[in-house]
């Protein structure tokens, strides 16, 4: 019994203590107790935030890509899980869904980059079918402004995993027979999805959600291929921060990753705790 | 209780960490070549280098490991990483009280400048090296750094020249000047970028210094009235050929390896190389067509060394000198300099060789598809100051990038 427990106080060192540690240590650089050129307190890198009106454009970015993304492809799984289920029942569909699942998301940007570039598959084919009169002429759908690649790339990994996650809580809650139940009631099926069906799927799903919406909010390789230098992601935006040639933006970047840090754990908090009140 | 239980067992945790000891610069500095040969002699050696060229991987890989392992019983192991990484390792390793896991690190004149800030450099070691007597430190382009003496707190390793590389059977007379650059753009728009990384940043000073009409403006330390006047005229040419750009310079490539891969692929006409010598390699590689061609523009582009950096609180730092020395003999640049094996031209004199290297070195295979290194010569420019990059990069990004939302 006690090896177990000094086990389990292992783990938590290695899941909350280390992260913590870290998160302190990003903390110190953020007010020059610790770095590479690190001189004393000071308050001057978090007075300075205000005035980085790149990381205003590099948030309103991300949380736009999270919701867009998280959002259509909850739209999609929904309309599948709820209006074709005889095909997610039938094979070889089921299968299919699991096969996005295998992809890493730089695999996934990579693929999408070769088929959707101005020099990509697609353009290729456009060109020589005479669809357009040079490569110029391809819609940009990647590094593009309104970030469609990187909504695709997304849309793609999610809505297969949404997809399977719906379906295994549609068969758990059995909602066909509260859709037969709510039939003979009267109701119509759009009545059904609507004021039944995606209440218990959404809330039963939404810590899920939630959380695949941070891991979105924090992607890093799929913005870094198929988006542009701005808007930036805030993951690429404080990568760029720390990875670049001075060191004196070593401060500021640990500054925004730890306030990133605790505002997404923030939110994850939050909505455990919304979501636990409201479970269905 | 199981809360002193985690202290204690996190405590134990760090001095199990701490307990190497670390060695005074000094003493290791002291000994001669011979007791450094013996003291360096069958011991592993980690090198911190960029990973990003086959051919520079296999230079890497399958001769310099066999041979030091030859030589000197020493286990070469490389890992991936570099500039800001290596510094934030050390300096990390540093705070910890840590001896470092790194005993040499591939380094460019920016991250020289970012290590001497922290001293992360073992040194002076060059003059401890037999082979760095065929070196000339008195040649700008090694002795010097980003305009920082070099002082033998590096090891060169090699030198290499900015060069534009195009298709020259899709662009028939590219741009001979940067003086001819903002026309020839705009009468062929959407093939012309610049990456938003280190070798874009080399364009950009080489530009600021073709502009200036005057390379002596850019020795020495760095100058705000200098750098203001100059990168302004600078940004002002590349937001007026912004819509010619491609993709209408509403975005650049990140990495020079994605520009790489536009060029391969046709969408632009023109990708650029630290390395003046690498359009030889990509071409033998596949990647570029054998219709790709590297030239210099006129007045000139940056030529600079790369250097091998022995680390200041490195666990090995005999056996790192040996494999630095062994990468500075005649062999080993002589191999390196072959286009067909990387073509990184030698930092050696060729007239302090020995009289049987000589030869060797005059009549290695020539380069197919760069500019032959004597016909470029007169057309470098000295690295400014490390300030003028990391202040390019940053008003790249406000001044140009973002200028497009501003």
């Not at chain 2, 067992?9 to 670390?22: I, N, P």
Request: one cysteine or more; aromatic letters at 12%.
């Amino acid at each position: 019994m006690k090896q177990w427990s000094l086990l389990l106080w292992l783990y938590a060192l290695l899941v909350v203590g280390l992260p913590l540690a870290g998160l302190f240590n990003a903390f110190l650089y953020s007010v020059g107790l610790a770095g590479p050129l690190a001189t004393g307190f000071t308050a001057r890198y978090w007075q300075q935030l205000p005035g980085e009106t790149s990381l205003l454009a590099s948030l309103g970015f991300s949380l736009y890509v999270a919701v867009v993304s998280v959002g259509l492809a909850i739209a999609i799984a929904l309309f599948l899980v709820l209006r074709h289920q005889a095909a997610l029942r039938r094979r070889p569909f089921p299968t299919l869904l699991y096969v996005p699942l295998l992809f890493p998301s730089l695999v996934m940007a990579f693929y999408l980059f070769q088929l959707l570039s101005g020099s990509g598959w697609l353009a290729r084919m456009a060109y020589q079918l005479h669809l357009i009169q040079s490569p110029d002429g391809f819609p940009e759908l990647i590094q593009d402004g309104a970030g469609i690649g990187i909504l695709l790339a997304q849309v793609g990994l999610a809505f297969p995993f949404f997809t399977l996650l719906f379906q295994s809580l549609y068969v758990d809650a059995r909602l066909d027979d509260l859709r037969s139940l709510t039939r003979t009631l009267g109701a119509s099926g759009w009545q059904f999805n609507r004021r039944v069906a995606i209440p218990i799927l959404i809330r039963r799903a939404a810590p899920t959600l939630v959380l695949y919406g941070v891991a979105v909010l924090g992607a890093y390789d799929i913005p870094l291929l198929l988006g542009r230098n701005y808007p930036q992601m805030l993951s690429l935006f404080i990568t760029t921060k720390l990875q670049r040639f001075d060191l004196s933006d070593l401060p500021m970047g640990y500054l925004i990753g730890c306030l990133f840090t605790l505002v997404l754990m923030a939110v994850i908090y939050v909505t455990t705790r919304w979501t636990q009140r409201h479970a269905l | 209780m199981n809360l002193v239980r985690l202290i204690l067992f996190s405590t134990l945790l760090c001095t199990a960490c701490s307990t190497s000891e670390q060695r005074d610069p000094a003493t290791i500095l002291n000994q001669s070549w011979a007791q450094i040969e013996q003291a360096g002699k069958d011991q592993p050696v980690t090198l911190l280098m960029w990973l990003g060229d086959p051919y520079i991987n296999d230079y890497m890989n399958k001769y310099v490991k066999p041979e030091v392992r030859k030589r000197y019983g020493i286990d070469l192991q490389i890992s991936g990483g570099q500039g800001a990484q290596i510094v934030q390792t050390l300096a990390a390793e540093r705070e910890a009280g840590q001896p470092s896991q790194l005993d040499m690190a591939w380094i460019n004149g920016e991250t020289f400048y970012q290590l001497r800030q922290i001293d992360g450099l073992l040194g002076p070691v060059t003059e401890k090296m037999p082979n760095a007597r065929f070196i000339d430190f008195t040649n700008p382009f090694i002795g010097v750094d980003f305009q920082q003496p070099v002082n033998g707190m590096e090891v060169p390793w090699g030198n290499v020249q900015l060069a534009f590389i195009y298709d020259s059977q899709k662009v028939a007379q590219p741009p001979r000047s940067f003086a001819e650059l903002p026309a020839y753009v705009k009468a062929h728009p959407g093939q012309f970028t610049i990456p938003n990384e280190f070798t874009g940043m080399t364009i950009l000073k080489s530009w600021m210094i073709a502009l200036s009409g005057d390379p002596k403006l850019f020795q020495g330390k760095f100058r705000e009235d200098v750098y203001e006047k100059w990168s302004g005229a600078v940004f002002r040419q590349i937001n007026e050929l912004k819509p010619y750009f491609w993709k209408r310079g509403e975005t650049f490539p990140e990495q020079l390896s994605t520009l790489h891969q536009l060029f391969a692929n046709g969408e632009v006409a023109f990708t650029f190389s630290n390395n003046d010598a690498e359009v030889d390699n990509k071409v033998n590689l596949g990647f570029f067509p054998k219709t790709a061609r590297a030239y210099v523009p006129a007045p000139g582009t940056i030529q600079n060394s790369h250097y091998m950096g022995i680390i200041r609180n490195a666990q090995h730092p005999e056996a790192a000198m040996l494999v630095a020395n062994f990468l500075i003999s005649p062999e080993a640049q002589l191999k390196k300099m072959d286009p067909t094996v990387w073509g990184d031209h030698t930092v050696l004199a060729i007239n302090k060789l020995p009289a049987d290297y000589q030869p060797r070195f005059n009549t290695l295979p020539t380069r197919r598809y760069a500019p032959k290194r004597d016909a470029i010569q007169g057309l470098a420019f000295q690295e400014p100051a490390p300030e003028y990059m990391v202040r390019l990069y940053k008003d790249f990004r406000t001044k140009v990038i973002e200028a497009n939302e501003n």
